[in-house]
Nanobody, 125 residues
Framework: QVDVVESGGGAVETGYSRLLSCIVS????????VGWFRQVPGKEREGVAT???????RYSESAKGRFTISLDNTKNTRYLQMNSLVPEDTAMYYC???????????????????WGRGTQVTVSS
């Protein structure tokens, strides 16, 4: 079993930053890729960024240049540093893990098996 727990959400003003954390625990030796996703009510879950165990990263177009995904293997933790936040970034942010490679999974939520409960980020104008 693999457990995923996100933290770090909250309310911020436009232009400010937020750091999200994701701890992946349990039978993690099979995990090859961890990603961040976000969802607003009434819309599909959107892939934001992924990172594999070697540190290779992938970003959505909306995340490029503003968000940075990183990992700390000693803590089984992945991070999403979000800068220059705008109200359109308001969403529930989820961390997810998969035994597939990041190149195979892409930013598709269906490719990820293990999910956290999410952490809400609200950006006010």
């Amino acid at each position: 079993q693999v457990d995923v727990v996100e933290s770090g959400g909250g309310a911020v003003e436009t232009g400010y930053s937020r750091l999200l954390s994701c701890i992946v625990s349990g039978y993690t030796s099979t995990i090859q890729c961890v990603g961040w996703f976000r969802q607003v009510p009434g819309k599909e879950r959107e892939g934001v960024a992924t990172i594999d165990q070697y540190g290779s990263k992938r970003y959505s177009e909306s995340a490029k240049g503003r968000f940075t995904i990183s990992l700390d293997n000693t803590k089984n933790t992945r991070y999403l540093q979000m800068n220059s936040l705008v109200p359109e970034d308001t969403a529930m942010y989820y961390c997810a893990a998969t035994t597939s490679t990041c190149s195979g999974a892409g930013l598709l939520s269906a490719a990820f098996t293990y999910w956290g409960r999410g952490t809400q980020v609200t950006v006010s104008s």
